[in-house]
């Protein structure tokens, strides 16, 4: 059975560019939250998607966005990078809204310069 | 909030033997998760073990088991016959067993400990 999946790994991209990070969850999981790894803050959360509706968002900018397909696939972009946004993004599945445990990918290690 | 603390950035010990992870959270809730995650260097969050709050008995995996203290708050991982594969990043979470918006509750993550294992 395929794990969480993240592409790309690694992103390197310029300050006010913008980025779309993208999560393929478990087969079957339906629910797909984001979170934000950086030395300073620890892991931080920014959103959940729930059958292609954002239940609940954490407190990130509006630069932060994000969607889910029909097939529970996710995307999250970043529009105007700033270089705080330099980070680890993580992606985690569960088959429900009532999951018990998160399944994670390996995430995107995005760097602005 | 409810907020993870993990008071050791650091810890080492030596193959085959026994290590303990601190970790304390605060709530109000009466029901929630709680996780210890293993992050090596693959980047990839790992889940150790769970526990319940509800439930008094504390979770053993393998090599791994909790000491689930509720009333205190605590909930510090043993890992017995430390392995050098064990080497990693370990973060305690916390999540409240309740919906918000028809979702998931965000897992609330501790700063992490770094565990060396010495051979």
């Known amino acids: 059975k395929a794990g969480v999946t993240q592409t790309p790994r690694y992103l390197i991209k310029t300050r006010g560019q913008q980025v779309t990070l993208s999560c393929s969850p478990i087969?079957?999981?339906?629910?797909v939250s984001w979170y934000q790894q950086t030395p300073g803050q620890g892991l931080q959360f920014l959103f959940e998607?729930?059958?292609?509706?954002?239940?609940n968002k954490g407190n990130f900018p509006g630069r932060f966005s994000g969607r889910q397909f029909s097939n529970s696939r996710s995307e999250m972009n970043v529009s105007t990078l700033e270089l705080g946004d330099s980070a680890l993004y993580l992606c985690?599945?569960?088959?429900?809204?009532?999951?018990?445990?998160?399944?994670f990918g390996s995430g995107t290690r995005l760097t602005v310069v | 909030a409810q907020t993870v603390t993990q008071s050791q950035p650091e810890m080492s010990v030596q193959e085959a033997e026994t290590v303990t992870l601190s970790c304390t959270y605060d709530?109000?809730?009466?029901?929630?998760?709680l996780f210890w995650y293993k992050q090596p260097p693959s980047r990839q969050m790992i889940l150790v073990i769970r526990?319940?709050?509800?439930?008094?008995q504390n979770a053993t995996e393998n090599r791994f088991s909790v000491n689930f203290q509720k009333a205190a708050k605590s909930f510090s991982l043993k890992i017995s016959d430390s392995q050098l594969g064990d080497a990693a990043m370990y973060f305690c979470a916390y999540r409240t067993t309740n919906l918000r918006n028809s979702g998931n509750t965000p897992l609330v993550f501790g700063k992490g400990t770094r565990l060396s294992v010495i051979a």
């Open positions: 998607y729930f059958s292609e509706t954002q239940r």
């Open positions: 985690a599945s569960s088959l429900t809204n009532r999951g018990y445990g998160y399944t």
């Open positions: 087969s079957g999981h339906r629910s």
């Open positions: 526990q319940e709050a509800y439930k008094q």
């Open positions: 709530t109000s809730e009466s029901d929630y998760y």
